[in-house]
């Protein structure tokens, strides 16, 4: 089975602080994406990365970077975390061409994140 | 903009069907999909159809795509309270090297027994 681990379930940080949210996958996929999920928002891609050292802005990149320095490990960083940026966060790989029946995206099971 | 939209919140019977609704953006969109979140979960995939597809059907799902008026629904029959979870269509869009899925808002599924 895929499994996409994300190394936090629950943090809580103060406004200003430097978050790092880490995600490992373990089937060798190329794509990585984060996403941001908000009650009736839904989900918002932050940012994705097609191959190491590779990444592209998302939606809504603003106040995050990301770092893909081995294939099977994508983060997220919010440089000076604010209190907007509360929030479940969400990993997901996949392999090949995302939104191909080989590009299903494998999720984790979320990161929340609450900036007091 | 790259919205996919769907209502919030459904509330069915056990046994009854339920339709989840989803209208998106993007015609040229090549596969379009259907999600599940269970509670404290992430996302599992349910079904996808391909745009050249009318409809698919998987056991009790069914999805019905209309391309002309860009809407796509879930039809779950014999609802179960199993099936209780936030439904989340998408879609695909290019994103350069590789795809992107613009997820709708999800759509909270409560079935009572």
């Known amino acids: 089975d895929v499994k996409v681990t994300q190394s936090s379930r629950y943090l809580v940080k103060r406004t200003g602080e430097k978050v790092f949210l880490e995600c490992v996958q373990d089937?060798?996929?190329?794509?990585m994406f984060w996403y941001r999920q908000d009650p009736g928002l839904g989900l918002r891609l932050i940012y994705f990365?097609?191959?190491?050292?590779?990444?592209e802005k998302g939606d809504i990149p603003e106040g995050y970077s990301v770092s893909r320095e081995k294939k099977e490990r994508f983060s997220l960083i919010l440089e000076s975390a604010s209190t907007n940026q509360t929030s479940m966060y969400l990993c997901?790989?996949?392999?090949?061409?995302?939104?191909?029946?080989?590009?299903?995206?494998?999720f984790g099971e979320g990161s929340r994140l609450t900036v007091l | 903009g790259e919205d996919v939209e769907q209502s919030l919140f459904l509330s069915v019977r056990e046994g009854d069907s339920s339709v989840i609704n989803c209208t998106y953006t993007?015609?040229?969109?090549?596969?379009l999909y259907w999600y599940k979140q269970e509670p404290g979960a992430g996302l599992q995939l349910l079904t996808y159809?391909?745009?050249?597809?009318d409809m698919k059907q998987d056991q009790r799902l069914t999805v019905l795509l209309n391309k002309k008026d860009k809407h796509l629904s879930l039809r779950i029959a014999d609802t179960q309270t199993g099936d209780s979870a936030i439904y989340f269509c998408?879609?695909?869009?290019?994103?350069?090297?590789?795809?992107?899925?613009?997820f709708g808002t999800g759509t909270l599924l409560a079935v009572q027994p």
């Open positions: 997901a790989s996949s392999f090949g061409l995302a939104g191909g029946p080989s590009g299903e995206l494998f």
């Open positions: 089937m060798d996929h190329e794509n």
């Open positions: 990365s097609y191959d190491v050292k590779m990444k």
């Open positions: 993007d015609s040229s969109s090549t596969y």
């Open positions: 159809i391909f745009s050249n597809m």
């Open positions: 998408a879609e695909s869009m290019s994103g350069g090297a590789t795809n992107k899925l613009i």
